[in-house]
């Protein structure tokens, strides 16, 4: 399944400028391990990453004006970061599988002279095959909505400068630099320039890496879970996959009753080894056609519904629904996990999360924020992420396993959380 190894985030909010994990030009870095967590204090920018995240997926799906306006961000003036007059910038650089060539995908948004966000630059690009050292070569790159893209990877010469027929002096220079191999090229002009050139042209057969990155970020899970949700009364009818918001998890447990019952059973076992007395968990509608999410608890002959149950045992219900999706999504993103769960049950929570991340099935690529100590007591320095507030207002961040002396002390036993509580991790 594809994994994210880096990511670099430019002029979005409070994150001015960070790096996490390997990017194609930072090959001596450690890429993102399959679970990461970032921790950090109230107020330093773990929403705002996590939200960067939604922001990526938003614009595939809804174009970079509407992304700038949905989920309460407030347009591009509010999202940028503040003092700041340059776009924003994301690069990520991701693998579709383990053997595959990392591709690198390059993204900014400006206003453009009404004022309006725009899509200023995008591009694709991957090493080819052979290559370890110098530049990847683009296979797709985009100037206000205008530029090449190359179908396929075969054996030939670079594209005709002369058939390019708009001022993109740095796209010229860029091309002639990676001097790509394919004959197989063609000029690209979208309509809209507030639509991502990946949304576009992967849709097509000819473009099948466009169309593979296109799917992983459609793929693209974050949580916005909230237990209210969860005790809606959605019409009954079986779904596949749990929402953003939780509130389809009847319909899920419908799903997961019917076509997967091994599947839905290991669940039951596993939260009623974490939440004393709940043995059965199962679906009833009532007269109008509405669906009932049921527990039944130990020693009790009558089930409570959704509306009973605590907010703790809802999530933790959902975050295991969700973990035992047949088909998983390539990237789970979860904020503050934690929040209503009794302590005892982060560490357990955290490692669900890890052997999905790791499991053989090639699970999801877990990514979450949390301020829990409990949580990163379970967790490795390789897998945390320090996130601090400087002086200046911008976020820096820094793996934990870059404190040597944090290694050491929890390779003598130390728990990483309890380090964090006694001010051990530090970002500066």
Same mark, same amino acid.
């Given at each position: ?48 990453? =996590?939200?960067?995240?939604? =922001? ?33 910038? =994301?690069?990520? !650089? ?12 390059? $993204? ?18 991957? *090493? ?29 010469? $670079? ?11 740095? $796209? ?22 507030? *639509? ?17 990155? *296109? ?54 076992? *596993? ?23 049921? =527990? ?25 629904? $969700? ?50 100590? !409990? ?48 001010? !051990?991790?530090?970002?500066?």
């Amino acid at each position: 399944m594809a994994k994210i190894e880096g990511i670099r985030i430019k002029n979005f909010r409070s994150l001015r400028d960070v790096t996490l994990g390997k990017l194609w030009n930072l090959q001596q870095e450690t890429p993102l391990t399959p679970m990461t967590a970032v921790i950090g204090k109230n107020g330093v920018g773990k929403s705002t990453l =996590f939200d960067a995240f939604g =922001f990526l997926a938003d614009c595939l799906r809804s174009g970079v004006e509407e992304a700038c306006d949905l989920r309460g961000r407030g347009g591009f003036n509010r999202i940028c970061s503040q003092g700041k007059s340059g776009p924003l910038e =994301f690069e990520l !650089y991701y693998k579709e599988d383990g053997n595959a060539r990392p591709i690198t995908y390059e $993204l900014s948004i400006a206003l453009d002279k009404s004022q309006r966000p725009y899509v200023q630059k995008e591009r694709l690009r991957q *090493r080819r095959k052979g290559q370890k050292h110098g530049w990847p070569f683009s296979f797709l790159v985009l100037n206000k909505g205008k530029g090449v893209a190359w179908k396929e990877e075969t054996e030939g010469t $670079l594209i005709d400068e002369g058939t390019v027929q708009f001022d993109l002096t740095d $796209l010229i220079d860029l091309i002639e630099r990676d001097k790509e191999e394919s004959r197989e090229t063609e000029v690209v002009e979208l309509n809209d320039n507030r *639509r991502l050139g990946i949304a576009t042209l992967g849709s097509l057969k000819q473009h099948p890496r466009i169309s593979a990155f *296109r799917q992983f970020i459609e793929g693209w899970y974050l949580s916005y879970f909230t237990p209210d949700a969860a005790r809606s009364l959605p019409m009954a009818g079986a779904q596949k996959h749990l929402n953003i918001h939780g509130d389809n998890l009847g319909n899920v447990v419908q799903f997961m009753e019917r076509e997967h019952p091994k599947r839905f059973q290991s669940i039951i076992d *596993r939260i009623a080894s974490k939440i004393p007395g709940v043995q059965i968990i199962d679906t009833d509608k009532t007269a109008d056609g509405r669906l009932l999410l049921r =527990f039944n608890d130990k020693g009790f002959d009558d089930p409570f519904y959704a509306q009973q149950m605590s907010d703790g045992t809802l999530k933790v219900f959902a975050y295991l629904l $969700l973990l035992e999706d047949p088909t998983p999504p390539p990237f789970l993103c979860i904020e503050e996990p934690e929040n209503g769960l009794y302590h005892k049950l982060l560490e357990s929570l955290a490692h669900e999360f890890r052997e999905h991340a790791t499991g053989r099935k090639g699970g999801s690529q877990v990514f979450i924020t949390t301020h829990q100590p !409990y949580f990163v007591d379970a967790l490795s320095p390789e897998e945390v992420w320090i996130l601090e507030k400087g002086d200046d207002g911008f976020s820096t961040i820094k793996r934990a396993s870059e404190n040597q002396t944090v290694k050491n002390m929890v390779d003598e036993g130390l728990p990483l959380g309890g380090l964090w509580y006694s001010d !051990y991790l530090d970002a500066r």
